[in-house]
C-alpha cells in the first residue's frame, strides 16, 4: 500500500460524498452506488497487487 493509500483515501471519500447523494434519491441510488464501488474496489486492488512494494 506504500504510495496508495492517498488514492485509496481519495476513493472512499468520493464514495461518501456519492452516498449523500443517494440519500437525497431516498435510497434509489445506492442499487448503482454499492455494486459501483465494490468493483471499483476490487479493480483498485488488482491494480496494486501486482505492482512491486518499495521502502
Avoid at 442499487?31 to 479493480?43: C, E, R
Wanted: with cysteine.
Amino acid at each position: 500500500m506504500y504510495g496508495y493509500k492517498s488514492k485509496l483515501f481519495g476513493m472512499c471519500i468520493l464514495f461518501l460524498l456519492l452516498s449523500l447523494l443517494c440519500i437525497l434519491t431516498l435510497g434509489i441510488g445506492f442499487l448503482w452506488l454499492i455494486p459501483h464501488a465494490n468493483v471499483t474496489m476490487a479493480k483498485f486492488y488488482e491494480d496494486i497487487r501486482d505492482k512491486p512494494q518499495s521502502l
